[in-house]
């Protein structure tokens, strides 16, 4: 079985520039890894963008949750260290909380600053998008799947649906999401995910699984195999192979034509 995860580059993953700014809350430590495994999250979008866009062309993209801009960022020092260029049409942000100041030198357009949770949450009727960033952010709210629901409808036919977020076993889902609930602080983790939550999740909204993966087998704080591209290709062989394993996932869920 091919694996295309390997195919990808990972060199720009090394001296990344966008790793050594404060603004983007990247921990010091991967900021001296050659692969950190936690930019991982970043690399899987970057070349779900970069094959779509090699496929589609321009893009329009929106990303909810955006925070500080991490993903645009860690986009733009990518192509500056010689990765693929991502065409882009427009690239909007959504978040709680928007900064402006620090978003809008990266290159978001529109910005959309609403509770993803709450009953006003609304994007442009008017505008749809060929890929939609959710990174992140889905494990953060109570009901994720009422946020999918409200956001499938701007997704252009045939466009996708891109993001990732921590993973559980199934089997060991529910008692772990009953029991992060209990303690979670403000912004915390309140939703837990498996494999099978997304393809469900998939399923009643009418969107087709492209791709999905585990990211890693292992991931420590200063690990010094994290300097060692040979250890990284490993985790993504292994995410591969054995994606319901505690770890994270990361998938492209495609709208039909």
Request: hydrophobic share 45%; charged share 25%; net charge neutral.
């Amino acid at each position: 079985m091919a694996i295309k995860q390997l195919c990808w580059d990972v060199d720009f993953l090394k001296n990344n520039p966008a790793f050594q700014n404060d603004h983007y809350g990247i921990p010091v430590y991967a900021r001296h890894i050659n692969y950190p495994i936690m930019m991982a999250r970043y690399w899987f979008i970057f070349h779900f963008l970069r094959e779509e866009a090699a496929r589609h062309g321009a893009l329009d993209v929106c990303e909810i949750g955006v925070d500080v801009g991490q993903m645009r960022s860690f986009l733009n020092a990518a192509v500056a260290l010689g990765a693929d260029k991502v065409e882009l049409a427009s690239w909007d942000a959504v978040d709680a909380l928007i900064r402006e100041d620090i978003l809008k030198p990266l290159g978001y357009k529109q910005f959309y600053q609403v509770d993803l949770e709450s009953p006003e949450f609304a994007l442009n009727d008017d505008k749809q998008y060929d890929v939609m960033i959710l990174l992140h952010v889905l494990e953060h709210l109570f009901k994720p799947e009422a946020l999918i629901a409200k956001i499938v409808p701007h997704l252009k036919p045939g466009g996708i649906l891109i993001g990732g977020f921590p993973s559980t076993p199934e089997c060991f889902a529910r008692s772990r999401e009953d029991k992060i609930r209990k303690t979670a602080g403000k912004f915390g983790h309140v939703s837990v995910f498996s494999p099978k939550r997304v393809r469900d999740m998939a399923a009643a909204n009418g969107l087709e699984v492209e791709f999905l993966t585990g990211a890693f087998f292992m991931r420590k704080k200063g690990f010094f195999l994290e300097n060692s591209k040979l250890w990284m290709r490993f985790n993504l062989w292994f995410g591969a192979m054995f994606p319901s394993w505690p770890g994270e996932l990361y998938w492209i869920l495609r709208k039909p034509l």
